[in-house]
């Protein structure tokens, strides 16, 4: 079955810790891979995205993830956070291609002082 | 990127009545979806609508409850009808013609159901 999990629903850090948010998937074929970004009272926002080349993909507001195909990952980090990167964090694949996206739980990221 | 307006923002509906939600791009698009996010969920997609065909819905969605309309390649609407206090969520519309470009999302309708 295809499926993505993101394995923690919240991550408290302090204020410019790194972190890593993660996301695994179950899919025996090809896969596209998303990270979105909610803000409180906002819709969603791309944050980066994986379609084939390099593993390592670089997003905006200094995150960037890495796709590693033999454990199905696709974990998000970010080397120093800031108190505006509180947020919910969703993890999204598509299937081979298709147009429908499959979101994860989300992590709700907390920043402290 | 697409640029969506969604309208409303947010409502607080009675039992028994229906809303409908309008989502407007700036630009044309082939394929447009519309999301559900229950309170402290993640989204689950209703369906996906394609200009001049009928809606396609998801495991679980029907069209009597969540009729779609997409008149032209730059407009849709989501009616949520006899609504529950079960309704009450974040409704998100959604465009992109292509899965690699990444999808682009408005800013939700808050709808709470008394």
């Known amino acids: 079955a295809q499926s993505v999990t993101q394995l923690d629903s919240q991550v408290p850090v302090f204020e410019e810790a790194p972190v890593e948010l993660r996301c695994n998937y179950s899919?025996?074929?090809?896969?596209?891979l998303f990270w979105y970004v909610q803000y409180p009272n906002q819709g969603l926002q791309l944050l980066l995205k994986y379609l084939s080349g390099s593993t390592l993909v670089k997003g905006i507001n200094g995150f960037e993830a890495e796709f590693n195909k033999s454990q199905t990952s696709f974990h998000l980090r970010k080397p120093s956070v800031h108190i505006s990167d509180t947020a919910e964090y969703f993890c999204?694949?598509?299937?081979?291609?298709?147009?429908?996206?499959?979101f994860g739980q989300g992590t709700r990221l907390t920043i402290n002082p | 990127s697409a640029v969506i307006s969604q309208k409303p923002s947010r409502d607080i509906c009675q039992r028994g009545t229906s809303l409908t939600i309008q989502c407007q791009v700036d630009?044309?698009?082939?394929?447009m979806f519309w999301y559900r996010q229950q309170p402290g969920q993640s989204l689950t997609l209703i369906a996906t609508a394609n200009q001049g065909s009928e809606a396609t819905y998801e495991s679980g969605f029907v069209i009597d409850k969540f009729p779609i309309s997409r008149p032209n390649l730059t407009f849709s609407t989501l009616t949520v009808s006899n609504m529950s206090p079960e309704d009450s969520s974040i409704y998100l519309c959604?465009?992109?013609?292509?899965?690699?470009?990444?999808?682009?999302f408005g800013s939700g309708t808050r709808l709470t159901v008394v």
């Open positions: 630009s044309q698009v082939t394929m």
């Open positions: 959604s465009v992109g013609d292509r899965a690699g470009d990444g999808y682009t």
């Open positions: 899919s025996s074929v090809s896969v596209y």
């Open positions: 999204a694949v598509s299937f081979q291609g298709a147009q429908k996206l499959v």
